[in-house]
Nanobody, 120 residues
Framework: QVQVVESGGGSVQPGGSLRLSCTVS????????IAWFHQAPGKKREKISC????????FYEDSVKGRFTISKAPANNTAYLLMSNLKTDDTGVYYC?????????????WGQGSQVTVSS
């Protein structure tokens, strides 16, 4: 059984940084994709970044490109999302998810979500 546990998040002023963590148990991230989703208040969940399993190829949605960085640490099967130069529009709940490929239409394994609030 695959389990996904998130940590991190919190409140930060515009321009600040936060790092989210996502620890997966049940299978190896070396062979599975990991993605981060953002759900702004009142809006639908949107994929903002993804990293493929074996080749670590990454994807970023335009609104976060150059500001957010996805990475993973094979030693502890944990993925990270480093968020820099945060904007008020980045406020919302962030979810990590893992599945076979970044292109799957339906992600089967989700973290519990982490609240990020960007406000002055």
């Amino acid at each position: 059984q695959v389990q996904v546990v998130e940590s991190g998040g919190g409140s930060v002023q515009p321009g600040g940084s936060l790092r989210l963590s996502c620890t997966v148990s049940g299978y190896s991230l070396d062979y599975h994709a990991i993605a981060w989703f953002h759900q702004a208040p009142g809006k639908k969940r949107e994929k903002i970044s993804c990293m493929h399993g074996w080749n670590r190829e990454t994807f970023y949605e335009d609104s976060v490109k150059g500001r957010f960085t996805i990475s993973k640490a094979p030693a502890n099967n944990t993925a990270y999302l480093l968020m820099s130069n945060l904007k008020t529009d980045d406020t919302g709940v962030y979810y990590c998810a893992t599945d076979a490929e970044c292109t799957v239409a339906y992600w089967r394994n989700w973290g519990q979500g982490s609240q990020v609030t960007v406000s002055s």
